[in-house]
């Protein structure tokens, strides 16, 4: 017993962070509607500025606490509501995700711009510190750290009761989750409430941050996703509502993952897999077995109605004449690219399309699961990677060619995909999100790290395993493989999209209760549809693998997803057009970036561009890209036409329609 | 037709009820609808009319009682396969699908109930509409009246007209039984007469059973050939629309008691 509770109790700690991250999360939830996915990156930003100024300005503790946690945290919070969430009070639940998971993959990355060289090591400890042991419980020695975790803990949990309990504050905020626009109706001015609440998690996402950061000998973010998994379990079992469960629950995990690793083989598999498991087992568990997480996120805002429609695509508006001019210059295009990289393409930008077309192929397993099927996925790059393992495996162990591997691997990539879309084919939107980014960090920490890489080396792909020249130094032939793989999909897509299943999906999307009374079987489309762009994605995954030249786990870890997630968003999701922009935007940017000075932040930068380009999202749920191209197709279509009678596109019985005349929805 | 003997009867509710935390919505109500039949379901706001829809429809799970189609048990079966018996269904609250055209949701729907939407078939490119699915889908657009909106988009069509396209959507797939959830509501006097006309040539024609949930008690009057009253969750009446509208208890549950 007391071996027992000498690996429970120093789980306390962990437990009461993840506790408060929790916390957080439900109550922004509770007052905005939004499950914050940037919470995270909150956190982290306050531990970093408050390790940086310390560390490297040599400020005193308490003030630089000030700094990160009093004033920065609550700041952050007030940005994120006046800049990003007020203005997408009314937006769907897959806008006000890709919002936050923008943000998510925005904020380290802007750090790492904007501080360089600095001494993330050992971050300093609050209160207490964290080199004495102040007292032992079972025999489990209590520091410095445990002991300030425990007690701002507590001390913030009561403050917050007494807030939502006992006073006025907490009682508008309880209305406006409902609907901040009804509640204004009321005469309460909505944004203030809100604001308030967001100025409150962000504190306590700073708290969490800096409680958190001596735990680890380095601030690094990964251990900030790992915490907010947790949280995001724990948040879960309280179904967003309930603060004691959370807190419950966080804390058991904290314990739990403690005692798991007391007892479990010490550096076995088991033993790293279970504080990055247990989370997503908690996780699963609580969207499968809580039935009010299958409906969250589901709820409208009775006042959803006074929205305007999502506007069209520009493919749907285009006038026949000019879209055959559009499609003839394409096919121009396609030509002069194809001939370009079989003869005079330079090395260097020949690498970058290759790597852009078997990114293209990845891209467009999003366009088929967030375009068509309307549910945001966060591992599709977990997909892709158990696309390219398998396959590898398959090599390097049966010597079968990686082509044929390819295939395998897009079997086995499917059929990740469909036991995951069978886990969740009661959730939607925001369940759908966890239940994939949990999924994405367990295969991180499991299969990529440990399946026949050596310490996470990556496995190198060798001209044995593919044949046909297509590792050639020149990559001609790889552009020719990679060419006629990606066609093969772009044409799978639009079939599919174009077909009876293409129109079941946007019946779906529409009205999912109109759609299953005429007929349409949600679960089967949902399973199809997942199935489908796992398919894809393990094709993409094989064919940036070959591209490589190695099967890496960084390639494929799960902020991959989210940042793959970001560019296409901000490409256009909903056409393989949107897919292809995406990929080759990608790979070129990165290639500019290279004769950028890398004190500019080089990569970062990359990803600060599309996360903020995802931004645009809720304006422009079909891309800004694609929006621009709607707005400057219907200018040159005036000019072209100009003396000819156009049927103009109709508007609500007859007028213009809203999408005709600018921005769609609030920003 | 009454529709209550046993061997002529096509829907079958039987003791359904329905309880929302200690509310009862619908509360041990039982109706049949004979083939072919028209019945009016009416009564005032939350008297149970489209708690008992959904019921049978599959939105919503009764907690007792038992629904039957031709026969078929329909409790434990889940929404769409519903569809496919033959249960089309309009809304209350108009359920559109916002990014298509109008023809589209009448090929969607005619797909959904026959199962000839396949995968197979999109990835083989066979997936454009056939000449018998044009002709089907034009037939029941000319006959509400859409055949000149057919390839507009439904965002760009008003209320009314999505209320047509609903009802269209529930037509394409030949429905045994159209569940009609006050296909009225929102609409002007012209366009609900326009509306009453269609749904009883359309009965009339194709032999199909409807239940219709309205207040417009002048349609109501026009188009079914029995009327059930629910209160409070209860049927309270039931016969043809002018005995049924005479009795005390229907008075009472529309206009309150005097004093």
Not at chain 1, 488 to 514: K, P
Not at chain 1, 625 to 645: A, I
Not at chain 2, 123 to 129: G, I, R
Request: with cysteine.
């Amino acid at each position: 017993m007391e071996h027992f509770l000498g690996f429970a109790i120093p789980g306390i700690p962990y437990g009461c962070t993840y506790a408060l991250v929790a916390v957080g999360l439900v109550l922004t939830y509770q007052a905005t509607g939004v499950l914050n996915f940037a919470y995270g990156a909150q956190a982290y930003l306050s531990a970093f500025v408050f390790t940086y100024l310390v560390q490297n300005e040599h400020l005193p503790v308490a003030l630089a606490f000030v700094l990160s946690v009093v004033v920065l945290a609550p700041a952050v919070g007030l940005i994120f509501d006046r800049l990003l969430f007020r203005k997408i009070a009314a937006a769907n639940v897959i806008a006000k995700l890709v919002t936050g998971i923008s943000m998510l993959v925005g904020i380290p990355a802007v750090l790492a711009i904007l501080f360089t060289n600095n001494n993330q090591y050992n971050p300093p400890s609050i209160l207490f510190n964290p080199g004495v042991v102040y007292f032992r419980v079972a025999g489990a020695p209590i520091n410095g750290i445990a002991v300030t975790a425990v007690v701002a803990t507590a001390v913030t949990l009561v403050a917050l009761l007494v807030l939502i309990r006992w006073t006025s504050l907490g009682l508008k905020m309880r209305g406006a989750v409902e609907s901040r626009r009804l509640i204004e109706l009321d005469g309460i001015s909505g944004g203030r409430v809100v604001a308030s609440a967001w100025a409150v998690s962000g504190l306590i996402a700073g708290l969490a941050g800096v409680l958190l950061a001596p735990a680890y000998g380095q601030l690094q973010f990964s251990d900030y996703a790992d915490l907010m998994v947790a949280a995001f379990a724990a948040a879960a079992w309280a179904v967003l509502r309930s603060l004691p469960v959370a807190v419950l629950v966080g804390v058991l995990m904290g314990v739990t993952v403690n005692i798991l690793q007391g007892y479990l083989p010490v550096g076995s598999i088991w033993s790293s897999a279970a504080l990055t498991s247990l989370p997503f087992v908690v996780l699963v568990g609580a969207l499968v077995l809580v039935p009010g997480m299958r409906t969250l996120g589901g709820a409208k805002d009775p006042l959803a109605s006074v929205d305007p429609p999502t506007p069209p695509t520009t493919a749907t508006l285009r006038a026949p004449e000019l879209d055959r001019v559009i499609r003839i210059l394409w096919y121009v295009l396609l030509v002069v690219f194809s001939v370009s990289m079989l003869t005079w393409m330079p090395k260097i930008w020949e690498n970058v399309f290759n790597a852009g077309l078997a990114y293209s192929v990845v891209f467009l397993s999003i366009t088929l699961i967030t375009g068509m099927g309307g549910q945001l996925s966060l591992c599709q790059a977990t997909l892709a990677g158990v696309g390219a393992f398998m396959a590898a495996q398959l090599a390097s162990h049966l010597g079968l060619n990686l082509l044929i591997g390819g295939l395998v691997g897009a079997a086995a990539a499917a059929l990740v995909a469909v036991v995951l879309a069978f886990a969740s084919v009661r959730l939607r939107g925001l369940g759908l999100a966890l239940m994939t980014i949990a999924a994405a960090l367990v295969f991180d920490n499991t299969v990529f790290a440990e399946v026949d890489t050596v310490n996470g080396q990556p496995i190198n792909v060798t001209s044995r395993w593919v044949g046909l020249g297509i590792l050639n130094p020149d990559g001609r032939a790889f552009f020719v493989l990679a060419l006629v793989v990606l066609a093969a999909c772009v044409i799978l897509v639009l079939r599919v999209r174009r077909g009876s299943i293409g129109r079941f999906l946007a019946a779906m999307q529409g009205s999912s209760t109109a759609a299953s009374g005429i007929g349409v079987n949600l679960t089967w489309m949902h399973v199809l549809v997942f199935g489908l762009s796992g398919a894809v994605a393990g094709i993409g995954g094989t064919l940036l693998s070959i591209n490589q030249q190695s099967v890496n786990p960084q390639l494929f870890s799960w902020s991959f997803s989210l940042v793959f997630v970001v560019v296409v968003v901000t490409t256009g999701v909903r056409t393989p057009e949107g897919a292809i922009q995406a990929g080759f935007g990608y790979v070129v940017l990165q290639q500019l970036l290279t004769y950028v000075p890398s004190r500019l932040g080089g990569n970062s930068l990359l990803i600060v561009f599309f996360a903020f380009g995802a931004l645009t999202y809720v304006a422009h749920p079909e891309g800004i890209l694609e929006f621009q191209k709607r707005r400057w197709t219907l200018r040159f279509e005036r000019l072209l036409l100009r003396g000819r009678t156009t049927p103009a596109p109709p508007g609500p019985d007859g007028g213009t329609p809203a999408w005709a005349s600018g921005p769609a929805v609030g920003g | 037709m009454t529709g209550g003997a046993s061997g002529d009867v096509l829907l079958r509710v039987e003791a359904v009820s329905k309880t929302f935390g200690g509310i009862a919505a619908v509360n041990d109500v039982s109706l049949v609808v004979g083939p072919g039949e028209s019945v009016g379901l009416v009564g005032p706001n939350g008297a149970g009319k489209t708690t008992l829809f959904n019921c049978v429809c599959g939105q919503l799970r009764p907690d007792r009682g038992r629904i039957e189609l031709d026969g078929r048990p329909l409790v434990d079966m889940p929404t769409f396969e519903r569809a496919r018996l033959g249960i089309g269904r309009t809304y209350q609250r108009v359920e559109v699908f916002p990014d298509m055209a109008v023809r589209d949701h009448l090929l969607v729907a005619h797909r959904a109930r026959w199962r000839t939407g396949r995968l197979w078939r999109d990835l083989c490119n066979l997936s454009k509409p056939t000449t018998e699915e044009s002709s089907k889908v034009d037939a029941v657009l000319g006959m509400v009246g859409l055949g000149d909106r057919a390839d507009a988009p439904v965002a760009s069509l008003g209320l009314g007209s999505c209320r047509l396209v609903e009802l269209a959507r529930a037509l394409v797939a030949d429905p045994v039984v159209l569940m009609a959830d006050e296909p009225s509501s929102g609409l002007d006097v012209h366009e609900t007469r326009e509306l009453g006309a269609v749904l009883r040539q359309v009965q009339r024609d194709q032999g199909m059973a409807m239940v219709l949930v309205e207040h417009d008690l002048a349609m109501v009057a026009e188009v079914v050939d029995r009327t059930v009253v629910m209160n409070l969750g209860e049927v309270i009446a039931e016969g043809d629309f002018t005995s049924v509208m005479a009795d005390p208890a229907v008075r009472t549950a529309y206009l309150g008691v005097r004093g």
